[in-house]
């Protein structure tokens, strides 16, 4: 039977996996864990186990898989590419030292593991238009190195170890329960928050700049079918190319007109930001994925505008 620890549980993705994989397994089987509390997660925290872990602090981390008999830790605590490139050290500190912790405490309990990687694990000199599984990685941010390093990292402990890591390569994901975490995607979940509320939109990120994207009910199910995939099919492990759809935010406005006519779009260019999204792809090849684990996403970008308006129209009453 399964044991879960989620580090990083009350961030955008660990706040709905959360309560998605207690369904699934049982509320007492997954256990949720942060650095600290957070406001808005009361509902979280009391519907089963939650400890305060910081991965940087193996002791704590350990004890808390013993404690708990865990046998599978998802581990979501990061730093993300905008916040990581205002703070880089702390960015390594986390993604990298709080890895190995990771890696490190599954390695000595036999534990399975699953980490994101990121389109920010390519660079400038990778391929840009259906990006291959396997191509060139030299990242410019120190977030896309601590990903690239990562998934190297994770890739050594199985191969050394037998660690069974599993991972993806997440584009931007797109989601209505917690706000984004400080990453260069964000600009496509803060557009339908203003579309309801001020029917315009400013975008920091330029006209005719295509990224990859994802719902987060897909991203959720990526996680759950990877971590349930059949082990002698995976090629790869970490970390698999995975995407839904690709869009600037040109398209992404048009879709929500289909709604709000009125809808108007603005730009106010971030240099940081724009740079970095300049140098990650226009869109990725995951037939690795489709192949290996049956990756097949639900939602595209019409589906995913009008479930986001519907969702976030009754948050925000
Ligand atoms: P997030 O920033 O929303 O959440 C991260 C959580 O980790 C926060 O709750 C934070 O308090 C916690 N945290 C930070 N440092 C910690 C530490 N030392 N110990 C314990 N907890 C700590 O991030 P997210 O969007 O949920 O992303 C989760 C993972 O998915 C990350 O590895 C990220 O790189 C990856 N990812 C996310 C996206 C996206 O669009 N959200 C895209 C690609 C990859």
Not at 45 to 70: C, M, Q, Y
Not at 81 to 97: F, L, R, V
């Amino acid at each position: 039977m399964r044991k879960i620890l989620i580090t990083g549980a009350l961030g955008q993705i660990g706040s709905e996996l959360t309560a998605e994989m207690r369904k699934i397994y049982g509320s007492s089987n997954v256990v949720a864990s942060n650095r600290s509390m957070k406001k808005g997660h009361e509902e979280l925290i009391e519907s089963g186990p939650f400890e305060i872990i910081d991965i940087n602090d193996p002791v704590t981390l350990s004890a808390a898989v013993d404690k708990h008999k865990i046998n599978t830790i998802v581990n979501l605590a990061a730093i993300l590419s905008a916040i990581g490139e205002k703070d880089p050290q702390q960015c390594w500190n986390i993604n990298m030292n709080g890895l190995y912790n990771v890696l490190e405490t599954a390695r000595e309990r036999n534990c399975m593991v699953f980490t994101p990687s990121s389109i920010a694990a390519f660079g400038p000199s990778t391929p840009k238009d259906n990006t291959p599984q396997e191509t060139i990685q030299r990242p410019n941010t120190m977030y896309g190195v601590t990903k690239a390093a990562g998934e190297l990292l994770c890739d050594y402990y199985y191969k050394k170890f037998g660690v069974d890591t599993r991972g993806v390569r997440f584009p931007g994901l797109i989601s209505y329960k917690t706000l984004p975490g400080g990453g260069t995607t964000d600009y496509a979940v803060h557009i339908y928050y203003d579309a309801l509320k001020n029917k315009k939109y400013t975008s920091f990120i330029r006209k005719g700049t295509y990224m990859d994207m994802m719902y987060m009910p897909d991203a959720l199910s990526a996680i759950i079918d990877l971590i349930e995939a059949n082990p002698q099919r995976l090629m790869h492990r970490n970390a698999y190319n995975v995407t839904a759809m690709s869009f600037d935010p040109e398209m992404l406005a048009d879709s929500i007109r289909k709604f709000i006519p009125e809808f108007e779009l603005l730009y106010d260019v971030d240099p940081i930001r724009q740079e970095i999204a300049d140098s990650w792809p226009n869109s990725l090849d995951d037939s690795a994925a489709r192949e290996q684990w049956d990756w097949n996403p639900k939602y595209d970008l019409q589906s995913m505008t009008k479930d986001m308006l519907e969702k976030l129209r009754v948050k925000l009453d």
